[in-house]
Each structure stands twice: as C-alpha cells, then as structure tokens.
C-alpha cells in the first residue's frame, strides 16, 4: 500500500463496516471470530478483532442483530449474532443508499455523467 493510504481506508471503513457485518449475517448467523476471519480475510474491511466487538456490541444496542450462546465443540462457548428485523431493514436501507452513493463516486472518478 501507498502511504496515507490507511487514513483513507480508515475514513471509508467508518461508514461501512458495520453493514459489511449486517450482510455478513444476512443468511444466518454467526459467531465473532466467524465475522472477523471474513470481514479481515484481505485486511480492507477490518484490520484488528478489538474494533469488530464494539461494532458488534453497538449493533446489539441498537436492536440490529441479537445474540445467543451456544456450545463449542472446540473450546469454549460462543457467542452468535443474527440479524433482527429492524437490522434486515438497516441493511435494505444502506443497500438502497450505498449503490447511489457508489455509481456518483465512479462517476465522478472516471469523469463520465451518470
């Protein structure tokens, strides 16, 4: 990566991440280290485990994904999220909006009218 190119990662992540998680969870659920192996997996969404379980807990907070525990066979218990239905409606909602904001950026980056 070029340098600065993390603060402008960074600034993108900000507005993201949080509906990369929800569409993570779209189609069923998942435990944290689930979501953190996929959202790290290329280092571009997320780069440290310490800022998805905040994100995770934020999202419970406000009624977009529930939790329950389950049983591990390998270790400890786990946690798994799941979207509620206001957190299917967060996702619509940011789908909807992301492309529009997607298609305005490209275009404005390439310099061809949308």
């Known amino acids: 990566m070029v340098p600065g190119d ?9 507005g993201s991440v949080e509906h990369c998680v929800l ?4 189609d069923g659920e998942a435990y944290g280290l689930d979501i953190a192996a996929r959202l790290g997996h290329d ?5 440290s485990e310490g ?8 999202l419970r ?13 390998a270790g400890p218990p786990r946690r798994y999220y799941a979207l509620t239905p206001a957190g299917h409606d967060a996702l619509d909602r940011f789908t909807t ?13 390439t310099g061809s009218p949308s």
């Open 43 to 47: 280092g571009v969404l997320l780069t």
């Open 97 to 109: 909006v992301w492309a529009r904001f997607r298609d305005a950026v490209d275009s404005t980056l």
């Open 23 to 26: 569409a993570l969870l779209r």
């Open 61 to 73: 907070k406000q009624d977009l994904v529930t939790t329950s525990w389950r049983e591990s066979p």
């Open 51 to 58: 800022t998805l379980y905040p994100l995770l807990s934020r």
């Open 6 to 14: 993390d603060a402008i990662l960074a600034h993108l992540r900000r």
